[in-house]
């Protein structure tokens, strides 16, 4: 019984922590154009990044991350139908940045993410994708180069390259 109620309450504790962690989130609004074998397509990101936690005493600081993102569809005729889906990406992971708040280098942002898909092309054919951008920050815009790709994993695909801008705002 006693220890049942310890298990209650340290779920309890770690559910608090997680909602104050996941409040007050940035919301960004990114669109773009996406590149991969040679042919370009529309692309739009929804993204969030929540408080950000220093690693230890260091300068280096992480903030939870979740996106969801849209790749338009290609109609490539030398490739038939392979290339026409359209994809969507939802992902979950964090974005790193370096300095202090008002150092001009703390703008900069390294984010990556794990992702579901649906939607197959030949550029992203597995289920799931890792998505990198690097990229800069404001309080109202963002810029970033983003790539997705399964990493070769489960075979190899092409990926998908991004160059977006983006509206940033706190809810």
Not at 102 to 115: C, N, P, Q, V
Not at 130 to 146: A, P
Not at 156 to 170: D, K, P, Q, W
Request: charged residues 15%.
């Amino acid at each position: 019984m006693r220890l049942s109620l310890l298990r209650s309450a340290a779920a309890l504790a770690l559910i608090g922590l997680s909602a104050s962690a996941l409040a007050d989130p940035r919301i960004e609004i990114n669109g773009g154009r996406s590149y991969s074998d040679g042919y370009w397509a529309n692309t739009l990101w929804l993204e969030s990044i929540w408080g950000e936690h220093a690693f230890g005493n260091s300068q280096f600081s992480w903030a939870p991350a979740a996106s969801l993102g849209f790749i338009n569809g290609r109609n490539v005729t030398k490739y038939g139908n392979a290339v026409s889906d359209d994809v969507w990406l939802l992902g979950g992971g964090v974005r790193m940045r370096y300095g202090a708040a008002g150092d001009w280098y703390h703008h900069l942002f390294w984010t990556s993410e794990i992702a579901a898909q649906g939607g197959r092309t030949l550029a992203l054919s597995s289920g799931g994708e890792f998505v990198n951008s690097v990229g800069w920050t404001g309080d109202r815009w963002t810029f970033q180069i983003r790539h997705a790709s399964n990493a070769g994993i489960k075979g190899s695909n092409r990926g998908e390259t991004m160059a977006l801008i983006g509206f940033a705002f706190n809810p």
